[in-house]
């Protein structure tokens, strides 16, 4: 997506709605990445470890 954002951004300018857009793509997807990454590490500690417990607070 970076090299798709730079092609757009080098012909077309970087205030345009298509760039915004393709950033936004883009970051979504990088956010998507962490989320299935966090989803697969702790299946595999549930898998490898047991039970998995996360406590926020005190």
Same mark, same amino acid.
């Given at each position: 997506?970076?090299?798709?954002? &730079?092609? !757009?951004?080098?012909? $077309?300018?970087?205030?345009?709605? #298509?760039? *915004?857009?393709?950033?936004? %793509? ?6 998507? &990445?962490? !989320?299935?990454?966090? $989803?697969?590490?702790?299946?595999? #500690?549930? *898998?490898?470890?047991?039970? %998995? ?6």
């Amino acid at each position: 997506m970076e090299l798709a954002g &730079g092609y !757009v951004a080098h012909y $077309h300018g970087e205030g345009t709605p #298509l760039y *915004t857009a393709m950033t936004t %793509v883009e970051e979504c997807l990088e956010m998507l &990445g962490i !989320v299935v990454f966090i $989803h697969a590490l702790l299946s595999y #500690l549930r *898998t490898e470890v047991g039970e %998995v417990q996360i406590r926020f607070g005190d």
